[in-house]
């Protein structure tokens, strides 16, 4: 029995093993690149499917198994149809991130986020009155606050603020000579990640026609994440918020502060 052991030990050679911590690491990062997202759920699906296939082939069903065993031969390029949104950002978060900066290189690959993160509170109050003035002065305004999924790739196409939440900061942020103010601000737990980020707008064919391109965004990112989003109304001063590609309209500060307790509190 011991032979046998350092049979198989003597057998595995270090490149196997840096073979198996790139392919973990390829997988945490596509793991939380697709968490949070319609993806995910789509990625369990072709798990689930693929164990299917393997009980029938074990279970010697041949006819079943053939019909399986179909999709498993085109599961590829059916993979590359399904996923061709989330690989083209995957490929653009890896071209354009700073992971193979010097010094960062191994940090972000193998960054396992074994660690507790402290997470602060969403300051809604701030959130809350911020929209209310905003609304008040008819100031256009795209809020997002993420939630499982980081939303890095769309932070990513502004400009990074990093900076704790409060009222000044988001009027600041949003008034209408402030270079920052086109485009949607990311805020996750209580910071501002960044700001004149661009989103996907939603292609919904039923999508009311008299609402502009904020609403279109925050429908389009609340309907592959599961992030929040606010919107305040150039024209007419209205707080909209939008959850799993749903717009709620005309809401009041009191029932906003009482949306965002409900999702982060």
Sequence with gaps: MLNLWISLFITVRWIDVVDIILVAALLHQLYYLVKGT???????????FYLLWLVVKAL?????GSILSKFIDVGFIALLIVFQQELRRFLLFVGTSEIFRKGKFSKNLFDFKWQTK?????????????CKNMSESKT??????????????YANTGDTIDAKVSVRMIESIFYKNS???????IISDN?????????????HPDFPAHLGMRHRAAVGITENTDSIAIV??????????????????????????????????
Excluded: W, Y
Excluded at 140 to 153: H, P, S
Excluded at 252 to 261: G, H, S
């Design 118 to 130: 402290n997470a602060e509170l969403l300051d809604i109050n701030a959130i809350v009155k911020a």
């Design 140 to 153: 256009g305004a795209i809020i997002i606050f993420t939630k499982n999924n980081e939303l890095k790739f």
């Design 60 to 64: 010697d069903m041949p006819l079943f």
């Design 191 to 203: 910071t501002i990640i960044a700001a004149r980020c661009v989103l996907p707008v939603t292609e």
């Design 179 to 185: 270079p920052l103010h086109d485009g949607a601000v």
């Design 38 to 48: 319609v993806a995910i759920n789509i990625l369990i699906g072709i798990v689930l």
């Design 232 to 265: 305040v109304s150039e024209q007419t001063g209205e707080i909209s918020v939008s959850k799993e590609g749903e717009l709620k309209h005309s809401l009041t500060p009191e029932r906003l502060q009482e949306v965002l307790e409900k999702e982060f509190s």
